[in-house]
Structure formats: structure tokens, C-alpha cells
């Protein structure tokens, strides 16, 4: 996967740290880290440019193993401090990664502002797709369009976890793609996902919003930048 017409590819083992990951033998989140390496090296980014920001748990150790820009933080607030950063640093390809309970139940509330402000963050919004760790090539190749996208872009990453539930092994034989493809109606697709078992991957929804653009002056009060977010 190197970017056409690149004339030094670069690898996907150079967005690779040299700590040694302490997942658990056959854990599925080491094809989530090849996945995004493999992304990285398709876009050709500079690591410096990029930032993958992280909460607690397993999945959430990814930033310790990436070579680029990273920040290890609290339970369930990955998003509000990317979200900072990318508020900050608007010129940075700023990731997330995270469980469900990181993303999803402590870090519920953070997750619903971070769509409803659509930032240019891959962590939905106006992108909601669905991989699965059994399909690495793919997983990366919707991690390079999401990483595209303009605006928030979300990923649910079907990962076994073989040490502790050895029955998700099964999953390789009960995934298959999303009927139909990819769609700009926001009332289909969620119709889709409620009828859906969660064993369906793909790209799921893809629009076009307005994406949020932090402006003006860092100076500002603590209500002017209140008022900006809530815009």
C-alpha cells in the first residue's frame, strides 16, 4: 500500500514506536496498529503532523506504540482533549482510539459534542463506518478515507479478543459487508444500523457538513471560546 507516485515510499514500520506491544498473544488490536501504520504510510504523512490521542485501556495503549505525536489520557476523554488540540492545531491530523467503554460509556458525553461540532477528527458525524480486524488491508483503506474526510469521522473496529471470549474467533465466518453501500440519509442509516446484527462492516454513512474551523485570536475570554464551540 505506497502512495502512488511516491518516489521513496515510505513504510508502514516507520509510524511504528520501538516499544514493544504487551497486548495479549493473538489479540486482534495488533491489526488495528498495523491498520493504521499501513494508513499513515498510503497518505505519506509526516509523523510530526500527525497526533493519535488515546484514553485508558487495552486498545487505548496504540498511542505508546505509534511513532507519531501522541497523548496518553484520562478514562473517557480522549475526545475532548483532541478536540483541544485539533481546536489548537487545526493543521494537524489529529486520531483517536479507544474501547467502547472509553468512547462510549464514560466518555458518552464527549463523544455526542465531538459529532455535533463535526471537527476534522477521526475517532459519527458526517462519516460512520464499521471494520473488522480479520480484514487488515481493508480496515487501512477505510482508515485512509476517513482520515480524507472532512469533518468527524467514526470507525467501530470489530476486534476478537481470544484470550478471555475464544468464542469471537467465530466472527471471521459470520462478518459480511453492508448491503447496499454507503449513504447520505441520515434516517437510513441509522434504520440500517438498528436492524443490523453488528456483524455487518463497510461504510455505512458519508456526507458532506460544515466542518467546524476554530477562528480568530487565541486570546480571547473563556465565554468567547464558549461561544465559538457552541456555535
Known sequence: MNPPGTATPIKPKAYKSDIKPVWCPGCWDFAVLNAYTKALAWLALPREDVAMITGIGC??????YTSVYGFHGVH??????????????????????????????????HFIHACRRNMDLTAGASFIARGFTGDPNGLAQMLVEAIEHPGFSFIQVLSPWPTFRPEQTQWKHQVRPFEGGPTGDPILAAQRIQADDGMSFGVIYKNDY????????????LADIEAEFGS
Open 59 to 64: 486498545s487505548s495503549r496504540i498511542a505508546a
Open 76 to 109: 473517557g476523554r480522549a475526545l475532548a482533549l483532541a478536540s483541544g488540540l485539533k481546536a489548537a492545531r487545526p493543521d494537524l491530523t489529529v486520531l483517536v482510539a479507544g474501547g467502547d467503554g472509553d468512547g462510549l460509556s464514560i466518555g458518552g458525553n
Open 210 to 221: 460544515p466542518v467546524f474551523q476554530p477562528g480568530g485570536s487565541r486570546d480571547g475570554t
